[in-house]
Each structure stands twice: as structure tokens, then as C-alpha cells.
């Protein structure tokens, strides 16, 4: 079984500009979840998606940060403009549900450093 | 806002040893999860107690909970090299639409 695919695994930007992140989750799987994980600390759930609409996305700076999952299968996290806080690894997964019980399957996630 | 609590932050033993490692959250849960993060990889779903058991045994890992202290423990027992990792606790907080919260960490290192 694949797992979660993300890309890119690295990205650098300079303040001010934009970067987008993919995700794709595993195939059947209904959930698909953005976290955003600062050095030393552990990830915190940015957006969650059931299918392609918006369960949870309160966390979710969205002065700034977009995200979307059309067709409920692909996602995309965009950041607009990035900031220097914003350095950090985004991490997508995704569950077979989304009850709390549920084992969330996570990608490599990509690391953002934002000059 | 960070839900639990890890500690200690670090810790390092030599392989063979056990390594235990707490967790302590502050609201009514659902059920609690461990998670392994090895160094620049995503997290990997190692074990999930219900807010209504007390002890759960998977292979190597024993995971307790205390519902009255908001506490569970993590022990992993003859520890080897290739554990060295970090450890996320993960609360699903009741009322909250199934969101897990994770802790901030136990970066766990076994040395040979």
C-alpha cells in the first residue's frame, strides 16, 4: 500500500513571497489533515478535511494560509505572503475516517525555511 | 495551544535498557494515542488507549492511562538502537469533532 505522497520536501522562500505544498493521501482514505510542526514542538492540525469539505480549520491563520482538496482526493496548503514564522515542516495525513479512534497516516512532510 | 505535556523532554539510555516516558493532558479525552517521529520523518501511529482502559501491550510497548491524574505513560522495554526517536502523546479531546492534539515530545536516544 502506498503511503502519503507530499511535495516538495524542501522548499526556501524569502518573506513576502508564496509557496504551495501537494498532498496525496491513500487511496480510499475519506480524511486528510495539514499540521504544522515548529522545531521542538509537536505538530499542530492546521485544516481537516472529510472528503473535500472543511471539518475543522480553526487553527488555520487565513489572512494567510489557504488550503483545498478538490474532488476530495488531492490536496494543496498555500501560504500567501510567508512569513518569517512560518519556518517549519508541514505534515499532511490522512485516516480511513474521521472518528478520534482513527490511526492517521502521516507523509515525510516538507520543510519550509522562509528567509 | 499544545494539550499534553511529555516528560522528560530528552532522554537517553544505552540499548537494552527500559525507557519510560510520560504524558500529561488537561481536559476530559476520548482516547490517547503514542506517535514515533525519527528525525526528519512524519509520525508513525504506535499504539491508542481508550479513555475507559487502564493498560494496552503491544509487542515492546506498554501504555498506561489515568484518567483521574490526566496522565499515561509510555514504557518501552529492551530498548534498542533503532528506537531512538522522538515520542508524540495525542489526545482526542471530547466535544472537539475527533481532533487529535499532540503533545510536545520525548526525543528518546539509545545508544549501542
Known amino acids: 500500500e502506498a503511503g502519503v505522497a507530499q511535495s516538495p520536501r524542501y522548499k526556501i522562500i524569502e518573506k513576502r513571497q508564496s509557496v504551495a505544498f501537494w498532498c496525496n493521501p491513500i487511496s480510499g482514505h475519506a480524511t486528510l489533515y495539514w499540521y504544522q510542526q515548529i522545531l521542538g514542538q509537536g505538530p499542530k492540525l492546521l485544516i481537516q478535511f472529510q472528503n473535500n469539505g472543511v471539518v475543522d480549520d480553526s487553527q488555520l491563520p487565513k489572512d494567510r494560509f489557504s488550503a483545498e482538496r478538490l474532488k476530495g482526493v488531492d490536496s494543496t496548503l498555500k501560504i500567501q505572503p510567508a512569513k518569517l514564522e512560518d519556518s517549519a515542516v508541514y505534515l499532511c495525513?490522512?485516516?480511513?475516517?474521521?472518528?478520534?479512534?482513527?490511526?492517521?497516516?502521516f507523509g515525510p512532510g516538507t520543510r519550509l525555511t522562509v528567509l | 495551544s499544545q494539550q499534553g505535556e511529555e516528560d522528560p523532554q530528552a532522554l537517553s539510555i544505552q540499548e537494552g535498557e527500559n525507557a519510560t516516558m510520560n504524558c500529561s493532558y488537561k481536559t476530559s479525552i476520548n482516547n490517547l494515542q503514542w506517535y514515533r517521529q525519527n528525525s526528519g520523518r512524519g509520525l508513525v501511529h504506535l499504539i491508542l488507549i481508550r479513555s475507559n482502559e487502564r493498560e494496552k501491550h503491544s509487542g515492546r510497548l506498554r501504555v498506561t492511562l489515568d484518567t483521574s491524574k490526566k496522565s499515561s505513560s509510555l514504557l518501552i522495554t529492551a530498548s534498542r538502537a533503532a528506537d531512538t526517536a522522538s515520542y508524540f502523546c495525542?489526545?482526542?479531546?471530547?466535544?472537539?469533532?475527533?481532533?487529535?492534539?499532540f503533545g510536545t515530545g520525548t526525543r528518546l536516544q539509545v545508544t549501542l
Open positions: 495525513a490522512s485516516s480511513l475516517r474521521s472518528e478520534g479512534d482513527d490511526e492517521q497516516f
Open positions: 495525542a489526545t482526542d479531546i471530547t466535544g472537539t469533532a475527533s481532533k487529535l492534539t
